[in-house]
């Protein structure tokens, strides 16, 4: 043999080791991705469950959100609190349309917008004489502008569908 192709076989055994370790590294790329993903589903599921525990556990928080809703008067410091469960839950929002635009949170074929989905969840708490304050003085400054444009045409539409 002579070491013309002792140097090809060599060369070509080289490039082989090279795909299978290319092959290999974005089999390692998807894992981690779809790691990631698992992992954001989970601590947005964490993140909702611990708001609506807020809710469950507290009798007192749960009766100010009902009066809330309801349109009941509510006293400084219970407006200050249904406000800041209000601020949590679009901040919970807010987190999930973030990831829905990097493509995170659902699978490619997903053509449905996540706040759009979501949203309904908290009409009657975003439509209640609180939450449209909320809205109207705090939210604007506290959320990305595109998340708040998003918000505002939906409420815009419960608006309009209150109206008819």
Known sequence: ???DAVIAVTEILGLIAIIASLVYVGKQLKQNADLARASIIHETSVAWTNASALIASDAELTDISLRGIQGDELTAVETARL???????????EDIDHQYKMDLYFDEEDTLDIVDYLAPLYKDLMMSPVGRNWWATIAETT???????KMSRIIEEWEA???S
């Open 161 to 163: 569908e209150d109206h």
């Open 1 to 3: 043999m002579n070491w």
């Open 83 to 93: 406000e800041a469960l209000i601020d949590i839950y679009m901040a919970i929002l």
């Open 143 to 149: 959320h990305a502008p595109s998340f708040y444009k």
